[in-house]
């Protein structure tokens, strides 16, 4: 016998994304700054790994636009395939996120 209630709606799986920010090797602080967060700017701190810095986001699949603040200065990724411009008249770095069998 099936159970009665609402329909269970499935949430879109999230994938872990990894960024690399190798701007400035010699940074004292570097966030990641995005639509993911709100552009808040100290919600992702990048953890060190030799002169690269790294942060492990779990996202839905879409589109994300971000960027880079290190030591006070907004940089994009240079190693995103696509740039966009912004309402501020710079540049944001974006990201397709697709959906993952393995996570």
């Keep these: 016998m099936a159970a009665k209630g609402k329909p269970v709606s ?8 990894i960024f690399e920010c190798k701007v400035k090797p010699d940074a004292r602080d570097v966030y990641l700054v995005g ?6 700017p100290r919600a992702d701190r990048m953890g060190r790994r030799g002169d690269t810095f790294q942060k492990a986001k779990r996202l839905e699949p879409g589109d994300y ?12 990724d240079p190693s995103a395939i696509v740039q966009v411009p912004n309402e501020f008249g710079t540049m944001n770095s974006l990201i ?3 959906e993952s069998l393995h996570d």
């Design 96 to 98: 397709r996120v697709r």
């Design 35 to 40: 639509d993911f967060n709100d552009w808040n």
């Design 65 to 76: 636009l971000y960027k880079f603040l290190v030591d006070g200065e907004w940089h994009t």
């Design 10 to 17: 499935r949430a879109k799986a999230k994938t872990t994304t």
